[in-house]
């Protein structure tokens, strides 16, 4: 509960992740992976009306450090009310040990995953949203501080990459809260964590 009596804000994380786990590189050039782009190449206009639907229920965003980086590029050049114009205006928490200073409007950077997510968890407002950012997603999964997970699963292995379960021998359980299968054999599941 925050200090007016009501619930904690929802942290949700959402990810395009493929069937062997990897979350590394969906759109393109953000790393070197010889598969970039394996997202994009998908035409799932269902899973764009949900990307847009799950922005237009929370307030603000949750960012690592190499997300925001990447969305510091290419949001405050787009424009359009479904979309961009949200991302731009609403706040934007980075956590990072490392980013000196945020240029990008209204954002906000935290130093420490345990003591100022939680804190932000905790404080007036409503729900946040995580895109990407799997290296802060694995340090959220650890300190019990995501609430929901969203994962759009598309139907192909990429055989190495950056993926957002490690074998760090940590259990964690999960409620499937919906599903849906959508163009081209992509499914959403959303999950609440059993805790």
Known sequence: MNHFGNQLRKIIVTEFITLDGVVEAPGG???PHPHGG?????KCPEG???KVEELSKVSALLLGRTTYETFSEYWPKQKGEA???PINKMPKYIVSTTLKKAEWNNCHILRDV???VAALRESDGGDILVYGSATLVKSLLHHDL???????IY???LGGGLRLFDDNLELKKFE???SRLIEEGVHILEFKPIR
């Open 29 to 31: 050039d953000e790393t």
């Open 38 to 42: 394996w997202q994009i190449s998908y």
């Open 48 to 50: 764009g009306k949900y």
């Open 83 to 85: 979309f961009a114009d």
């Open 114 to 116: 345990a003591k100022e």
């Open 146 to 152: 995501i609430d929901e997970l969203h994962l759009m």
């Open 155 to 157: 139907p192909l292995t």
């Open 176 to 178: 499937l809260k919906n």
